[in-house]
């Protein structure tokens, strides 16, 4: 008969009333202490006499158990039952197992297989052991396992036990795993910079190169035994079998590096996009996701591909910087569409990103300027304002008071007719008022982030161009396309400037020629750059905080630095991106992240000088942006826990990377 362990005979119950005798015996005794010597001795023959009527009646329940399984150990009709079974007790110690049970648990230490069993159903059936029903794994086989209460009777008790059968699937999981690897995956690849990879080349080197590229998409394809078929000049379609989704992923989609090593004439390497979808949907709805897809992948700057499975998005690739457009054909499409659907709607309404900054500004009052030129009420929401547009807003002046708009207001203004215009921004949680989003099915979209799976869909318009520095610049270019009486402002053309002037860090980051196009147009009006760059200033104050943000940086992989911004300092948000800046101005650091607690979430903002993508870091965490300049919110977290998470995504960045 097993042996009752101590524990067993003092169970709980038990323990809480020896406690609190021995609580009162010790409370009397303080106030009198001639009773100390009978409370030891009447402590004493409490113990002794619980331990003993508790270890008879475990020691007569054990026998009753041991009688009945001997019962079951000589019926050779159960012993020899096909499916492996058990009984067990409620904390998982094996009272009884037929020869299936001992045959498939042979060299694994059933004890402790069984109690971990235990305490995960204890954890999902909440301790009712009524009617047990999971899947599980035993040598890489899986079993069934269903499960019921048994109850023992002992003079009219009952003792429950848990009765646990393991039936084997393991031949159904390998039909069902061939029957979904068989299935179906649709994709599309596209050479997502032909226009500008052909501008340069010889005619003669034109077909040279395209063959080339379409000879080693072949063969990088080939293995899969599927489709390949090209669709346009620059766009090639695939069909799979869906178990080859595990070998690309597996190489992290190699050929993305290998096609950019293909040169002749040209002068900028050739970047691909693929879209690929393993969803369980039918080859049209795969087809029209694929596009999806592919825009995607093109919103976030080519050169990547994109897998949805399960409705979920997985990156690959993405480490190109962006390529500039030559072209402005795009910008004067825009401009003719936006100056259409003004004309048909009743009111304008703009707005940016929660903390709206200079560039969100910027862009709203560039908007704001056509709608007015279109005769059309114009409002820009606005909740909060904040050191870095604070000096703006003043400079824009009493006349523009009326301009700025609550979210409560908006929502009682707003109506079908209404034309929403979102700037800086493309995510729906991440902008100044996203109710507004389901409050009219008219919507322009401008934005130059790269783009994110929680998109604003079903945009009326969008101008979504990630080579572009800023939102400003493109609303600048927008400008200048609009036909009718239309006259920028001085004072408005300088916020255009400002946020052209704040995303770039003063012409330093992701400027391109058009940049510099836009900021000559905004000079032209007359901008005062001096005037603009003062605003911009610090004070003593400002800086002696971002010193101090700057001083309590941790170092990590020798170039990484991380650190906190204390909530306590005023304009906390603008100081912490100000010094993720200046912390690049340091000798040897190449990246930086600074976290600051917003009181509902943690703020990261994220710089690097382009030797990690900070956009696929903080993506991690829900956010985005570029590959030099991104934020991210962590919600439900302390600084700490938002310090660990924020460091686990850089580790497994740089080991993706490392691994390619």
Not at 150 to 161: A, I, T
Not at 344 to 354: N, P, R, S, W
Not at 495 to 519: H, P, Q, S, W
């Amino acid at each position: 008969m097993r042996k009752v362990k101590f524990s067993e005979v003092f169970v709980p119950k038990y323990r809480v009333y020896l406690i609190l005798i021995l609580l009162l015996l010790i409370a009397f005794s303080i106030f009198k202490p001639l009773f100390i010597p009978i409370a030891i001795i009447l402590y004493a023959g409490i113990l002794f006499f619980t331990y003993k009527r508790n270890l008879n009646k475990k020691e007569r329940l054990i026998k009753h158990i041991n009688s009945f399984l001997i019962k079951l150990n000589t019926d050779e009709s159960i012993l020899e039952f096909p499916i492996p079974s058990t009984i067990v007790t409620h904390t998982g110690d094996i009272l009884w197992s037929n020869k299936g049970f001992e045959n498939l648990f042979k060299g694994i230490n059933k004890e402790s297989y069984v109690e971990n069993i235990i305490k995960e159903l204890d954890e999902e059936y909440d301790s009712d052991f009524s009617a047990i029903d999971k899947e599980i794994s035993v040598h890489d086989k899986h079993y069934r396992l269903l499960g019921n209460l048994v109850n023992v009777k002992r003079r009219g008790n009952k003792e429950p036990v848990i009765m646990l059968y393991f039936i084997d699937r393991t031949d159904y999981y390998r039909l069902y795993r061939m029957y979904e690897d068989s299935k179906d995956c649709v994709g599309l690849i596209v050479i997502d910079n032909y226009d500008e990879v052909m501008s340069d080349m010889t005619d003669t080197d034109k077909p040279q190169l395209l063959a080339v590229v379409e000879k080693q998409l072949r063969e990088w394809f080939a293995f899969t035994g599927g489709i390949f078929t090209r669709l346009e000049r620059n766009r090639f379609l695939i069909v799979f079998e869906k178990k080859y989704i595990k070998a690309f992923t597996d190489s992290k989609f190699e050929i993305l590096d290998s096609i950019k090593e293909i040169t002749y004439s040209n002068k900028i390497p050739v970047t691909l996009s693929i879209g690929i979808i393993a969803d369980d949907v039918t080859k049209v709805e795969s087809f029209q996701n694929a596009m999806a897809a592919i825009d995607i992948a093109l919103g976030r700057g080519g050169d990547q591909a994109v897998i949805r499975k399960n409705n979920k998005y997985e990156f690959f690739g993405g480490k190109s910087k962006e390529i500039e457009k030559r072209t402005r054909v795009k910008a004067r499409v825009v401009a003719q569409a936006m100056q259409e659907l003004m004309t048909e709607a009743k009111d304008v309404m703009i707005m940016g990103h929660k903390n709206m900054d200079a560039d969100a500004l910027g862009a709203a009052i560039g908007v704001y300027r056509i709608a007015k030129t279109m005769d059309k009420e114009v409002h820009i929401i606005y909740n909060n304002s904040g050191m870095a547009i604070d000096g703006l807003i003043k400079r824009l002046g009493k006349p523009y008071e009326e301009v700025f708009m609550p979210t409560e207001t908006a929502l009682s203004k707003v109506t079908d007719k209404t034309l929403l215009v979102v700037v800086d921004t493309h995510k729906k949680d991440f902008v100044e008022a996203p109710e507004l989003l389901t409050k009219t099915n008219k919507i322009v979209l401008i934005d130059h982030h790269r783009k994110s799976t929680e998109a604003i869909e079903d945009a009326t318009l969008t101008f979504h161009e990630v080579y572009a520095s800023s939102a400003s610049e493109l609303v600048t270019e927008i400008l200048q396309y609009i036909e009718g009486d239309f006259e920028l402002p001085v004072v408005e053309a300088e916020c255009l400037y400002a946020g052209i002037l704040t995303d770039t860090k003063n012409f330093m980051y992701k400027t391109g020629v058009r940049t510099f196009e836009a900021a000559a147009y905004l000079k032209k009006i007359g901008v005062d750059v001096s005037a603009i760059k003062k605003m911009f200033q610090n004070d003593v104050d400002t800086y002696v905080a971002i010193a101090d943000v700057i001083r309590s940086s941790d170092i990590i992989r020798n170039s990484i630095a991380i650190a906190v911004c204390p909530s306590e300092v005023e304009n906390h948000a603008q100081i912490a991106a100000q010094a993720a800046d200046e912390l690049l101005n340091l000798n040897g650091i190449e990246t930086s992240f600074v976290l600051v607690d917003m009181g509902d979430y943690i703020n990261i903002s994220g710089r690097s000088n382009g030797s990690l993508n900070v956009q696929m870091v903080l993506e991690k965490l829900g956010g985005g942006g570029h590959m030099m300049m991104a934020g991210a919110q962590v919600q439900n977290a302390t600084m700490e826990e938002a310090k660990k998470i924020l460091i686990d995504a850089i580790e497994d960045v740089i080991s993706a990377e490392n691994t390619k």
